[in-house]
């Protein structure tokens, strides 16, 4: 779920004719996570079950609740069900990532956050007057 919930909206937003809003939010979200990942490595936080480092925040947690936000919000507006399978997706993401011991509970949970915050903004780029705002659906 970690590329396919992305690449699902990103189909959708090619359609939709806002890829470059959707690809600006998306290269932030790994920015800011690999960012993250690089400023907290060596503090407790960071520290994944297996005691390795870079564990803060899960990427593979942000990627799927970014694109499952996007579908959500963005796609799947008219489709309350299918909007409830993507977050489901995801959320299953981040329960695997849990259940093999690769993060802690708050990693997850802040991956999760970084992931549906960006999912569910709009930058307006690619249209006239770039605005920004955030709605989520669920």
């Keep these: 779920m970690k590329y396919g919930l992305p690449l699902a909206a990103a189909a959708c937003a090619a359609d939709q ?4 809003d959707f690809a600006v939010r ?3 979200q790994a920015a800011l996570v690999w960012g993250m990942k690089a400023y907290f490595d060596g ?6 079950p297996s005691g390795e480092g870079r564990g803060f925040p899960s990427g593979h947690t942000a990627a799927a609740f970014f694109g499952a936000s996007d579908l959500a919000g963005k796609c799947f507006e008219d ?4 909007g409830a399978a993507a977050y489901g997706a995801a959320g299953l993401t981040g329960w695997s990532r849990l259940h093999a011991g690769e993060h802690t509970p708050e990693q997850v949970w802040t991956g999760a956050l970084i992931g549906l915050g960006f999912g569910a903004a709009s930058f307006g780029i690619g249209t006239d007057g770039a605005s920004i705002s955030v709605g989520l659906r669920f």
């Design 26 to 28: 998306g290269l932030l």
């Design 43 to 48: 503090q407790p936080i960071a520290r994944r």
């Design 79 to 82: 489709k309350p069900l299918a």
């Design 17 to 20: 004719d806002r890829l470059e």
